[in-house]
């Protein structure tokens, strides 16, 4: 069992920056993918970024890319998403979320309750 609690979100003008963070307990933290993933009012979640176990990986959204970094700390059980140049677009409740195998490509078996994330225009 593994369980994710996010922070770091909150209020941000356009081309603000905000790091999340995803603090996870269980021992299996090391050995698995992890991923970001956000979703707006009135929209479906929608991925954002993942980072492999080893942390050499990683994938990000088109939306994104560029702009967002995720990174990881297996000592310390964190995953991190740092996102700069913030746009209107990108309000939403962040999620983080861990993978049943340690490659990004399987499934995502479990969430963290989420951080909001505004950004004023």
């Known amino acids: 069992q593994v369980q994710l609690v996010e922070s770091g979100g909150g209020l941000v003008q356009a081309g603000g920056s905000l790091r999340l963070s995803c603090a996870a307990s269980?021992?299996?933290?090391?050995?698995?993918?992890m991923g970001w993933f956000r979703q707006a009012p009135g929209k479906e979640r929608e991925f954002v970024a993942a980072?492999?176990?080893?942390?050499?990986?990683?994938y990000y959204a088109d939306s994104v890319k560029d702009r967002f970094t995720i990174s990881r700390d297996n000592a310390k059980n964190t995953v991190y998403l740092q996102m700069n140049s913030l746009k209107p677009e990108d309000t939403a409740v962040y999620y983080c979320?861990?993978?049943?195998?340690?490659?990004?490509?399987?499934?995502?078996?479990?969430w963290g309750q989420g951080t909001q994330v505004i950004v004023s225009s």
């Open positions: 979320a861990a993978n049943q195998h340690s490659s990004p490509l399987g499934k995502y078996i479990y």
């Open positions: 980072i492999d176990w080893s942390g050499d990986s990683t």
């Open positions: 269980g021992r299996t933290f090391s050995s698995r993918a």
